[in-house]
């Protein structure tokens, strides 16, 4: 329960940049995405919300490879 209420925290509620990137700090932002995303990679892993986790970790790892736009 406390794994889905903070990827859901993180996908609803976080405050993200223009383009998407999630805004979790002013140093280190793209790394704190990335571990995010792994994250939220390991609990689609686990049956929670697998659609729509993957399809939220794949927008910041897509950002993080250089698709900012």
Not at 25 to 39: E, M, R, V
């Amino acid at each position: 329960n406390s794994i889905k209420a903070y990827v859901d925290y993180l996908i609803n509620d976080q405050e993200k940049t223009p383009k998407g990137l999630l805004y979790l700090d002013q140093w280190g932002s793209l790394g704190l995405a990335a571990n995010s995303a792994l994250l939220m990679l390991q609990a689609a892993d686990l049956g929670l919300s697998p659609d729509s986790y993957r399809q939220f970790a794949k927008t910041q790892i897509d950002y993080a490879l250089g698709d900012g736009g």
